[in-house]
């Protein structure tokens, strides 16, 4: 079976969006804070622990995040060094284009 021809456009707004709304999020949940995380108590099992369920939610969300952060980085070594220290100046160190453009003249 033959792969559809690639839309260069969608892809390159895609990716964009990715980066600027999604990877903030994944950045975020993959550094939850494990003292949210508490432990399971006695009283909670008789409550169907509504915490539980919290519990796992926040341990999925973390080691999802930490999952497709880890494919990015690996994508990103397919992309020519020049470029890819944009990507990371940009979205893994949050820098500024301004500041981007003092570091790479």
């Known amino acids: 079976m033959l792969l559809p021809e690639l839309d260069h456009k969608a892809t390159i707004k895609q990716v964009k969006r990715f980066f600027e709304k999604d990877f ?14 508490k ?13 539980s369920n919290g519990n796992n939610s926040k341990m ?9 952060l880890a494919e990015v980085k690996e994508a990103l070594m397919g992309i020519r060094e020049n470029k890819r220290k944009f990507i990371e100046y940009r979205y893994f160190k949050c820098l500024t284009w301004y500041e981007i453009e003092e570091l790479t003249g």
């Open 39 to 51: 432990s399971p108590v006695l009283n909670d099992l008789s409550n169907k622990s509504v915490a």
């Open 60 to 68: 999925d969300n973390h080691m999802y995040a930490l999952q497709i």
């Open 24 to 37: 903030r999020k994944l950045q975020n949940m993959a550094h939850v804070s494990y003292m949210d995380i």
